[in-house]
T-cell receptor, first 114, second 111 residues
């Protein structure tokens, strides 16, 4: 079946603009994660959605970052008033209720803030 | 919260040699430890994992060991091949299914 997809694959924006990044998890997966990967670095946890529970937002670096998950499926990560340090690859992952530990990653969105 | 440290940051081996990557974690409540391989420009892929009730797990040329007392776990790749060249990440998670990743090891296997 289809894996996790993300769009856009690349995004170039100007400092101060808002951006929206989209994640389509594997159909039926209840858990959805957002990570940020800066160049040459590991994966930094941003936010975690599990079913209808309140999301774990503890990894969001500032109030410029927010995320929604509509209908328990598609998620959008929004970065307002982008800064150059926001430049990174943003990865989304999902996992099923039956096997919550196994995450399947999307291809990522490469964000460049000029 | 959990803190996962990984080393070395880069590792270069000759084809056929073994490679070992080590990670430590801080939260004794962590009970699941996956390893991911990320090839250049690609998404991370799970290659092996281990749970806290097991000390070692092997899958062909890769193996993972876990020492709960010392809070460290390691990835072992034997008979390395050029296609093993990639960045490898360890991670730890607990009951809340929140994952903490190491900073990655760039493995280069020289033909």
């Amino acid at each position: 079946g289809a894996g996790v997809s993300q769009s856009p694959s690349n995004k170039v924006t100007e400092k101060g603009k808002d951006v929206e990044l989209r994640c389509d998890p594997i159909s039926g997966h209840t858990a959805l994660y957002w990570y940020r990967q800066s160049l040459g670095q590991g994966l930094e946890f941003l936010i975690y959605f599990q079913g209808n529970s309140a999301p774990d937002k503890s990894g969001l670096p500032s109030d410029r970052f927010s995320a929604e998950r509509t209908g328990g499926s598609v998620s959008t990560l929004t970065i307002q008033r982008t800064q150059q340090e926001d430049s990174a690859v943003y990865l989304c992952a999902s996992s099923s209720q039956a096997n919550q530990e196994t995450q399947y990653f999307g291809p990522g969105t490469r964000l460049l803030v000029l | 919260g959990e803190n996962v440290e990984q080393h070395p940051s880069t590792l270069s081996v000759q084809e056929g040699d073994s490679a070992v990557i080590k990670c430590t974690y801080s939260d004794s409540a962590s009970n699941y430890f996956p390893w991911y391989k990320q090839e250049l420009g690609k998404r991370p892929q799970l290659i092996i994992d281990i749970r806290s009730n097991v000390g070692e797990k092997k899958d062909q040329r890769i193996a993972v060991t876990l020492n709960k007392t010392a809070k460290h776990f390691s990835l072992h790749i034997t008979e390395t091949q050029p296609e093993d060249s990639a960045v490898y990440f360890c991670a730890a998670s607990g009951e809340l299914n929140k994952f903490y990743f190491g900073s990655g090891t760039k493995l280069n296997v020289k033909p």
